[in-house]
């Protein structure tokens, strides 16, 4: 028999169990019937690489909707393959752009601390501010190519501020019509003095056609030329290089595809006649020192050395078109400044395709003349864009007021569909270079490439140039 103390032990210790399961029964309860634990926020990286990237996967995933807009990418395979398999709407995309755009902004008046970004940019920039802006303008004209691809239109000078950084200057018909005068004139002058002036200056233009079986040697001695004077000045990579294609039915004269690795594929188009005077502007233009060496300068500068994820991509519809334009028109006149042009084109290519040297004065009297009449490629765009004018009716004012051929006025047109404001680039885009490196530069020939060839290596938006 138990004794008293042994019965008193036994419900003590039965008393704890029971209390010990109660506890454990309210204990699981309390945890069933308790919110989950809050997860611990996602660390969201804001340095600027990060956005950079963000940035770029932004642009090759608008490329999906928009087949114009990713002009080079040469970045990893993988994220354009990522990007094509989420599928994003135009909508998100758009509230991406804005939330980057949100990011970016928080890092205005920041030091920028990457060690990628010391050092200094074109004219002694700190090229860490300059990223940041570029960063600001890309992503603005991102965000403003989602709106138009949304459906949204915008004015024609609201358009091109928005997306290239500038607004080209306005000029009326009499503006023209003045320098139609002086094309008049000068054609009379050299021989062509019945009908119209755009039909006198087509008929002037067919005598310095490059024959057919003559081209590929002309363009080749150009671009020969052209890249033998550019390498004078900067010290280009060894493998660096470039394939040339003939190709036709395209709303382009010429066009740089590049690809990466220092390489480039250029595709001239056949549509129309070619005259003598393009082998030089095209050779410059998609070649030395334009869009071939601004592209690799780029990649070797800002993408090779500093590790920069944003140049490894272009997209076209932003304000590095209107540098890259620019800097490709006005490299003709780097290359072959003064009267040096002339004289290569008489002495060297004239004879190449079978034209007559003699007659090479003249023609760059009537070219020189034509080229005023430029800024008309704008107006034109503007009146149509803007509902002014439909599409017959533009290509009509093209041959009245800028002494264009109707096949050439009509090409014009389908660009015009095609690229909206990109026009302005061309022209407007070569007067800020060229006023930006006379600013900068004077008359010094050395200093001039020097400031011309670091605004080539730099992130820079069109507004930084006035």
Known sequence: MMNRVERADRKFRAWLLSLAACIGLLTACSEANAPEPAASPAVVDDSVDAIATAYVRLVLAVGEHDSNFVDAYYGPAAWREEVAAEAVSIEDLATRAEALSVRLEAL??????????????????????????????????????????????????????????????????????????????????????????????????????????????????????????????????????????????????????????????????????????????????????????????LEKHLVRERGWPEGQVYALFSPQSLIAEGSANYGIEMAFPGEERLSFERDVLFPLAGLDPARAVAYDRVRSLAAKLGYASNDAARAYLDGERNAEETADWLVTHAASPTARAEQRVRFIDRYRSYVINYN??????????????G????????????????????????
């Open 108 to 297: 205005r008046g920041q030091p920028v601390d990457a060690a990628s970004d010391a050092g200094e940019g074109a004219a002694g920039d700190d090229i860490g501010a300059l990223r940041l802006s570029y960063l600001r303008g890309q992503l603005r004209a991102t965000a403003t190519r989602l709106r138009m691809l949304g459906g949204e239109q915008l004015p024609f000078d609201e358009e091109s501020a928005k997306l290239y950084d500038a607004v080209a200057p306005h000029h009326d018909d009499a503006h023209y019509l003045a320098l139609i005068e002086e094309l008049d004139a000068e054609l009379a002058e050299a021989g062509y003095a019945e009908g119209t002036v755009s039909e006198r200056y087509a008929a002037f233009q067919e005598q310095f056609v490059i024959p057919t079986e003559r081209l590929d040697t002309v363009f080749r001695t150009a671009i020969d030329a052209c890249r033998e004077r550019t390498a004078e000045r900067v010290e280009l990579p060894s493998e660096e290089s470039f394939t040339i294609e003939y190709v036709t039915d395209q709303p382009w004269s010429a066009y740089n595809w590049y690809q990466g690795g220092y390489q480039s594929l250029i595709q001239v188009n056949t549509d129309l006649p070619i005259a003598i005077d393009r082998a030089v502007d095209l050779a410059c233009h998609e070649g030395y020192p334009g869009h071939h060496v601004y592209n690799l300068l």
């Open 443 to 466: 008359d010094d020939p050395d200093a001039r490439w020097r400031v011309f060839l670091a605004l080539l290596s730099s992130p820079r938006l069109p507004s930084g140039l006035q």
């Open 428 to 441: 407007l885009g070569k007067d800020l270079v060229a006023a930006y490196v006379d600013r900068e530069a």
